[in-house]
């Protein structure tokens, strides 16, 4: 047993709750944004559907298809060129920036996260069908197994079961939950990668909590992504979307910040 880890992340969750105490209604306006904070803390989402209209949803999207091609050698792509990403869209986008700094997303996240943004960018990306492709995220995974990771992702096209819908183990986030799970199914409370199989376990005992977000173009879903998700493999056609990474805690990982296009 790893005990340096098992002392650090406890202390990480301390500090969690500490926060969750303080701050709980800190940033919170409205009754309506209460019941979206609550709704990302027990469940580990919320979706808001047609957040933004059709048009802002096109011009968004002609954005992506414009970076793409202006930042051809900077952008990220799956070995099955299947997944296109901007890292950091908003920096060199200013549509796209006002998506990074819509102020009611940011404040729920806010709320939730029960501190203010220190750092963070959105990704602007392009899901195609390719043959062998693992979806957006590359398979199953949570952004950190002991700190919450707040994120806005917004579909700019409709997106059905075939485009690669995004998808949630429900409650996974939650710590008394990720210790439970990762007993009852044997494995580790630090993973972070997870099989098929090993999800596949979990949902054999409890298919219900398997959420799959098909919506249409300019339904916003927050999330925190230290819950186990991923974008399913995409089987026809393609999906747009934009999604705010927001780091409360620290500032962007230089692993990551070197990634950012501009
Ligand atoms: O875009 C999605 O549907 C999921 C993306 C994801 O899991 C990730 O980038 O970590």
Same mark, same amino acid.
């Given at each position: 047993?790893?005990?340096?880890?098992?002392?650090?992340?406890?202390?990480?969750?301390? !500090?969690?709750?500490?926060?969750? &105490? +303080?701050?709980?209604? *800190?940033? =919170?306006?409205?009754? #309506?944004? $209460?019941?979206?904070?609550?709704?990302?803390?027990?469940?580990?989402?919320?979706?808001?559907?047609?957040?933004?209209?059709?048009?802002?949803?096109?011009?968004?999207? !002609?954005?992506?298809?414009?970076? &793409? +091609?202006?930042?051809? *050698?900077? =952008?990220?792509?799956? #070995?099955? $060129?299947?997944?296109?990403?901007?890292?950091?869209?908003?920096?060199?986008?200013?549509?796209?920036?006002?998506?990074?700094?819509?102020?009611?997303?940011?404040?729920?996240?806010?709320?939730?996260?029960?501190?203010?943004?220190?750092?963070?960018?959105?990704?602007?990306?392009?899901? $195609?069908?390719?043959?062998?492709?693992?979806?957006?995220?590359?398979?199953?995974?949570?952004?950190?197994?002991?700190?919450?990771?707040?994120?806005?992702?917004?579909?700019?096209?409709?997106?059905?079961?075939?485009?690669?819908?995004?998808?949630?183990?429900?409650?996974?986030?939650?710590?008394?939950?990720?210790?439970?799970?990762?007993?009852?199914?044997?494995?580790?409370?630090?993973?972070?990668?997870?099989?098929?199989?090993?999800?596949?376990?979990?949902?054999?005992?409890?298919?219900?909590?398997?959420?799959?977000?098909?919506?249409?173009?300019?339904?916003?879903?927050?999330?925190?992504?230290?819950?186990?998700?991923?974008?399913?493999?995409?089987?026809?056609?393609?999906?747009?979307?934009?999604?705010?990474?927001?780091?409360?805690?620290?500032?962007?990982?230089?692993?990551?910040?070197?990634?950012?296009?501009?």
């Amino acid at each position: 047993m790893n005990y340096n880890k098992i002392l650090k992340s406890t202390k990480v969750e301390l !500090n969690n709750l500490r926060l969750d &105490i +303080l701050n709980s209604d *800190k940033f =919170i306006t409205s009754k #309506e944004e $209460e019941e979206i904070v609550k709704s990302i803390e027990e469940k580990g989402y919320c979706v808001l559907e047609s957040f933004y209209p059709k048009e802002w949803c096109e011009k968004a999207k !002609n954005e992506i298809d414009r970076l &793409i +091609l202006a930042y051809n *050698k900077q =952008i990220w792509k799956d #070995e099955a $060129e299947s997944d296109h990403r901007i890292f950091g869209a908003d920096r060199v986008s200013p549509f796209i920036k006002n998506y990074y700094e819509d102020s009611k997303l940011l404040s729920l996240l806010q709320t939730y996260e029960g501190r203010e943004v220190k750092d963070g960018f959105t990704l602007g990306a392009k899901l $195609e069908a390719a043959e062998g492709n693992k979806g957006s995220g590359g398979g199953w995974h949570r952004d950190h197994p002991n700190v919450k990771q707040s994120k806005s992702i917004v579909y700019l096209t409709d997106v059905s079961l075939e485009n690669g819908p995004f998808q949630y183990i429900e409650a996974s986030h939650t710590s008394k939950i990720l210790y439970r799970d990762s007993f009852n199914y044997k494995y580790d409370q630090f993973q972070n990668r997870f099989t098929e199989e090993e999800i596949q376990r979990l949902l054999d005992k409890e298919p219900e909590r398997l959420k799959t977000f098909t919506a249409s173009a300019g339904t916003v879903i927050l999330t925190d992504t230290r819950g186990i998700h991923r974008g399913k493999p995409i089987e026809d056609g393609f999906r747009y979307a934009l999604t705010n990474y927001l780091w409360m805690h620290s500032n962007i990982p230089s692993h990551i910040a070197k990634t950012l296009v501009g």
